[in-house]
């Protein structure tokens, strides 16, 4: 009986241990983060919470969504979105910290085909870029609100093939949902990020589209109002060199150091 007592009493303390330890760490950090963002960010959030103890919740979507949920009160503590423009959303809604917004992050955008695609296309112009499509489907963000949607519709305005493309677009709700539609081979083609490209094996890169053609990609980072220091500590080590190792195995340039390809 004694040692039954004296395991209960060990294990109460262990436990009182354990939720004492949990509480020194605060509650977890949520970030919001864009849609092509997904694995770096995991792999990132995993190494943040190793380093300080702190867990870290993830909600990846298109850029656009995420923000109108965080104007609808959504719990986020860090919005990470892959374009400007929905940073803004929220900040001139004063819905971010004063203070805490940063861009860490460049990409390019790039045409994609299945893996198992004959199709042979250089974006060297637009009547090339239309003569290699031909009448076939093309896969991107909903060019209306989703930031890799917008990126691809300023491209093609720029190489004068909008008109020609955008009725046979077939409009995703994030990149992802697009490169899947290509993975699939529920589309022919496809319009995503450099990074997508790299991450997804069933799609091959075609080519990438003119610098130029498009505004720069970047993503920006900030916590949302009212957030703690947790919130702060993440974007730290966001901006950090361990993150940093781990973005760039995913193809991302940082900006700063002088990979915003441009």
Request: hydrophobic share 50%.
């Amino acid at each position: 009986m004694r040692k039954l007592i004296a395991l209960i009493l060990v294990a109460g303390i262990a436990c009182d241990a354990r939720a004492a330890h949990a509480a020194e760490q605060g509650p977890p950090v949520t970030v919001f983060a864009a849609a092509s963002l997904t694995d770096a960010v995991t792999e990132v959030s995993a190494a943040f919470t190793h380093e300080t103890g702190t867990a870290v919740k993830t909600s990846f979507a298109a850029s656009s969504t995420l923000a109108r949920q965080i104007e609808a009160g959504a719990p986020a503590t860090v919005f990470f979105a892959a374009d400007e423009a929905w940073m803004d959303y929220l900040q001139t809604r004063n819905l971010l910290a004063a203070g805490s917004r940063k861009d860490v992050l460049a990409n390019q955008l790039v045409l994609v085909a299945p893996a198992d695609s004959t199709a042979k296309v250089r974006i060297s112009s637009g009547p090339a870029l239309l003569q290699a499509l031909g009448g076939a489907r093309v896969a991107t963000g909903d060019p209306d609100s989703v930031p890799v949607g917008k990126y691809a519709k300023a491209a093609l305005i720029s190489l004068g093939a909008w008109e020609q493309v955008q009725e046979r677009l077939v409009r995703a709700e994030d990149v992802r949902s697009a490169l899947a539609f290509v993975a699939r081979g529920e589309a022919p083609f496809g319009i995503v990020y450099l990074t997508d490209a790299k991450i997804e094996k069933r799609v091959k890169l075609l080519d990438v589209f003119p610098q130029d053609a498009y505004p720069p990609i970047r993503y920006p980072i900030a916590m949302t109002a009212g957030a703690g220091a947790a919130g702060s500590r993440y974007i730290d080590f966001v901006t950090g060199p361990r993150a940093a190792t781990i973005f760039q195995k995913y193809g991302f340039g940082l900006i700063g150091n002088g990979e915003e390809f441009r």
